[in-house]
Structure formats: structure tokens, C-alpha cells
């Protein structure tokens, strides 16, 4: 479930690698006509299942499903990615209520702690720490990671769920615009997408194989 729907592109190209679309079809991203809209829109291609993008509503359709599958004696395990501004919703902190009173140890959320949102930064606006605290405190198990790490993300989430009887979370650290010193921590580039001689530096600085 990605619940942070404002990440789009992140699984067009996902789902695209998975072989439900041809990947030249991500050209038309963001495009005037294309399905592939900005935020998850459910028919934009095979294998999205619902809209998502009005923050706070991820983690509570993904609880639900966590909560069928135990209820069908199913053993799947749903994974949900939110972003650090959501966790100001009260929908999304109902659902961290719900799972544990569940014991859905079959669901695990991953948080984008990068500390930036829409209008500023997370400490700023509503701020969240004790974040890790506050999870444990509702009756979650919480491991916090680098979020760049691809072998520590790997280790998370096959290691779930991290204790039976109780729902998991990932708090994974990043940093927005990582890796492009123009762009990293810059709340301008929450919403702003690099072009021209931006999006040739970034490109440069980011490598040849991200070509």
C-alpha cells in the first residue's frame, strides 16, 4: 500500500519493472491525457488497487486488510508506506490504535522520516518526537533505520513481523533530494521537479547509471 500517494512515480516504475506495463509508457508521466497522474490513482495501470494521495487514509485501508487476511486464516502479510506528514492525521494514528488492538502482527507500516513536508519542516509544523515512542507507547514494534541503506531496508522487512501478537514499524530516516547537493533538505524541491540544466546537474551528480 502506498499510502504517501504524492510518490506515484516511485511505483509506476516499480510496477513497471514487474512487468505489468511496458516501461515506455512512464514517459507520459504527469502528462496532460496520460493515466499516470500525480498521486496513485487506481486504473492508472495493472496492479493499483485503490487511489491513494489524501493523506491518512493508507494505513487504515491496509490495517483492514491485515485484519481480513487474519480473519480468512490467510498468510500474507501487508506492508504500508507513509509519509512522516501524515502521522499529523488522526485517521492514520486510529489505525495504529486499531492493529495493535488487533494484534496484527501480519501488518507493517514504513515511515519516510525525512522531516520535510508540504509547508515546511516536520519539527515546525507538528512535530513528531518521540516518534519511535510513540509507536511503542500505542503497541507497535519499532526498528529505525537508514533509509538509504538498501541492505538495512532489506533486513527490516524480512525480519517482520518483529514480535507475534503485535504490528510493525519501520522508521527509516532519509533525507529529500539525496545524493544532489542542490536538492538535499530543501523544502523548495517538496513540490518542484528539476529541468534543464537541474535536471542535467542532478543526473551528473547522481551518476552515469541513473541515466
Keep these: 500500500m502506498m499510502s504517501k500517494g504524492h510518490a ?39 496492479g493499483i488497487e485503490v487511489s491513494t494521495g489524501s493523506l491518512g487514509h493508507g494505513l487504515p485501508m491496509a490495517t483492514g486488510m491485515a485484519l481480513g487476511a487474519k480473519r480468512d486464516h490467510k498468510g500474507y502479510r501487508t506492508f504500508c508506506l507513509l509519509s512522516d506528514g501524515e502521522c499529523d492525521e488522526g485517521s492514520t494514528w486510529e489505525a495504529v490504535l486499531l492493529g495493535a488492538h488487533q494484534k496484527l502482527d501480519n501488518l507493517i507500516a ?12 516536520v519539527p515546525d509544523v507538528i512535530a513528531l518526537e518521540p516518534f519511535a515512542a510513540k509507536w511503542r507507547a ?22 517482520a513481523p518483529m514480535e507475534e501478537g503485535r504490528p ?10 539525496k545524493g544532489v547537493s542542490f536538492m538535499e533538505g530543501k523544502l523548495l524541491w ?16 547522481l551518476g552515469d547509471e541513473n541515466r
Excluded at 110 to 121: A, F, P, R
Excluded at 140 to 152: L, Q
Excluded at 190 to 205: D, I, K, N, V
Design 190 to 205: 517538496h513540490y518542484r521537479s528539476p529541468q534543464g540544466e537541474e535536471f542535467e546537474r542532478a543526473l551528473a551528480e
Design 168 to 177: 510493525s514499524c519501520v522508521i527509516a530516516h532519509t533525507v529529500k533530494g
Design 110 to 121: 514504513i515511515v519516510d522520516y525525512n522531516k520535510i513536508q508540504s509547508l515546511g519542516s
Design 8 to 46: 506515484a512515480a516511485a511505483l509506476y516504475a516499480v510496477l513497471a519493472e514487474c512487468g505489468f506495463v511496458s516501461p515506455s509508457e512512464l514517459a507520459s508521466f504527469y502528462q496532460d491525457g496520460s493515466s499516470l497522474l500525480g498521486h496513485v490513482t487506481r486504473g492508472a495501470m495493472p
Design 138 to 159: 500505542f503497541g507497535w514494534s519499532v526498528v529505525e533505520i537508514d533509509g538509504h541503506d538498501v541492505a538495512a531496508i532489506e533486513a527490516a522487512l524480512s525480519g
